[in-house]
């Protein structure tokens, strides 16, 4: 008998340990199921302020670059007009075209990037999420890489260019360069 009360003691044990466990599990995929949409949903929220603000940060260096390649390509413009040699000049104003184009599609593909990971369904997995975050990181990398492409050939090319126009047009008025570059 008492083999019969204690078999029973532990079928009901065990049955209670097995509801309990099961109950438990359900309970920890409803919290995680909600967590990972706040996650999502806030995730979603950030990268929707980031789009706007690398658009309009894109906005400002393309206009920025823009506008010193324009004053390159006048600048060469009156030097040809003054018989000065302008290769150097228009060599500088080829290559921050083509740093800006890099810039310009490295860019947009990290906002496309961005665009894409914004878009993820939350119901999906948390590793989708991921993963388009991590994509994202290493677009911005890529765009980090190019935004100093461009700073690079304007301050080595494009500066060494003009002070060496500067300077003919100094020798030329018969001044100093000395003078007018000092730091």
């Given at each position: 008998m008492k083999k019969i009360?204690?078999?029973?003691?532990?079928?009901?044990?065990?049955?209670?340990?097995?509801?309990?466990?099961?109950?438990?599990?359900?309970?920890?995929?409803?919290?995680?199921?909600t967590e990972q949409e706040q996650r999502c949903s806030l995730a979603q929220t950030n990268l929707s302020t980031l789009?706007?603000?690398?658009?309009?940060?894109?906005?400002?260096?393309?206009?920025v670059y823009t506008g010193i390649k324009t004053k390159i390509d006048t600048i060469i413009t009156t030097a040809k007009s003054a018989g000065y040699d302008t290769a150097d000049l228009a060599a500088a104003s080829t290559k921050i075209q083509t740093a800006m184009t890099q810039y310009e599609a490295k860019s947009t593909a990290y906002t496309t990037s961005l665009t894409t990971t914004k878009n993820l369904d939350c119901d999906e997995s948390d590793t989708a999420l991921t993963a388009g975050i991590v994509k994202n990181r290493a677009d911005l990398v890529s765009v980090r890489t190019s935004t100093l492409a461009v700073r690079t050939v304007i301050k080595n090319d494009a500066i060494t260019a003009l002070k060496d126009y500067a300077a003919w047009l100094a020798l030329k008025a018969g001044t100093s360069t000395e003078e007018g570059t000092e730091q």
């Open positions: 009360i204690t078999s029973g003691i532990i079928a009901i044990a065990l049955a209670f340990v097995s509801l309990v466990s099961f109950s438990s599990s359900t309970y920890a995929q409803t919290v995680t199921k789009i706007t603000d690398v658009t309009a940060t894109k906005t400002v260096h393309s206009d």
